[in-house]
């Protein structure tokens, strides 16, 4: 290096300017990221830009879409081998029904009568999903029913245990960003509920289906960011109930033999942020006739019933592995509840 001994001088002058025009050059090739690193920090720009971005601890929108679909149907997602999801469920529901009772005897009326019946309906509900594989989880759940209703019948509440489910989830293909994923399923219900079939109706309600049932499903999902759409089927049937004693219009029943039902579905869910989801989907299950046998060796047949939801849901995400979810449902046909609503809630211990 030449030493200069005043900044003054010409000599130095012009290295001084030599240097700076060097400085100038290489500063112009320079990419904008390492201008971008050399801006100061506290800028209202970078500010406004670190906000808007993704922060610590932030979950992409496939991830929260996964969570939301995992909160909304189980059956979409599986746990892990050896681990263990314990869930919380809250549902009520309202159904409130006018029927015209109307009996012939020889051509002639002999009963005609209108009755309005309203039911409130909570059912809070425990389930544990545990992974037996990674591709395969098993499932337990028991609902705690509260039921109040007002009837020309009986007008009260009643409280008990609901049908035990007991269940198995298999994805026989694993998970791919750019294709669907599919899952199996396969139910049992117990009726450890209290039976509609053995229950007085001017003293007590129901509490469940009063049947063995089985019920077979297949669902799939595509994340598709930031929307994720999915569908589902089901077929399920119900084993007879037998050796009954219900009165019912004067005559007792002895035997139910439910008919097979048959549910398909669909719908999406939108991530709005990295903590906020909405769904929609509509929920259509057909139920075909059952038979009932009464004692005096009559039979009846009951008419098929369809039952019709629209749902849509909010899912909130309170930590980076938990997300609410809360649902209100509308009622699309007279065989369904007038509305629902939900929660559904991860425990963590």
């Not at 900044?7 to 050059?25: E, I, K, N, T, Y």
């Not at 009837?151 to 298999?170: I, T």
């Not at 749902?311 to 046909?333: A, C, E």
């Amino acid at each position: 290096m030449q030493y200069c001994p005043s900044p003054r001088s010409p000599r130095c002058s012009s290295h001084v300017a030599l240097s700076l025009s060097f400085v100038a050059a290489a500063a112009l090739c320079l990419p904008l990221s390492v201008w971008a690193q050399a801006a100061p920090a506290g800028s209202a720009t970078d500010a406004a830009r670190s906000a808007l971005g993704k922060q610590e601890g932030d979950v992409d929108q496939a991830a929260l879409l996964k969570q939301t679909l995992t909160a909304s149907d189980k059956q979409y997602s599986l746990v892990k081998t050896g681990k263990m999801v314990v869930t919380y469920d809250l549902n009520y529901s309202y159904t409130g029904q006018q029927q015209i009772d109307a009996k012939f005897t020889d051509s002639t009326l002999t009963l005609f009568k209108i009755e309005n019946t309203r039911a409130h309906t909570i059912t809070n509900t425990a389930s544990v999903d545990y992974g037996l594989r990674d591709n395969l989880t098993g499932n337990v759940a028991l609902p705690v029913v509260s039921k109040y209703s007002e009837s020309s019948s009986f007008s009260g509440m009643s409280h008990g245990f609901g049908d035990l489910q007991l269940g198995l989830r298999w994805q026989p293909f694993e998970m791919r960003r750019d294709t669907p994923s599919l899952t199996t399923s396969a139910t049992v219900r117990l009726p450890t509920g209290r039976s509609p079939y053995r229950t007085d109706a001017t003293k007590n309600l129901s509490t469940g289906s009063g049947t063995t049932g089985i019920t077979f499903g297949a669902n799939t999902s595509k994340i598709i960011d930031p929307i994720a759409l999915f569908g589902s089927v089901s077929f399920g049937f119900s084993l007879p109930a037998k050796h009954l004693s219900q009165v019912r219009d004067g005559v007792v029943l002895r035997e139910l033999q439910p008919g097979p039902s048959v549910g398909f579905g669909g719908g999406f869910a939108y991530a709005l942020s990295y903590d906020v989801s909405t769904t929609m989907s509509i929920q259509e299950t057909l139920s075909f006739p059952s038979r009932l046998r009464f004692a005096d060796g009559t039979s009846v047949r009951t008419s098929v019933q369809t039952s019709g939801m629209f749902n849509m849901g909010l899912g909130v995400r309170t930590s980076p592995s938990n997300t609410l979810n809360f649902t209100v449902g509308i009622g699309l046909t007279s065989d369904s509840p007038d509305f629902t609503l939900g929660l559904n809630m991860p425990l963590n211990f």
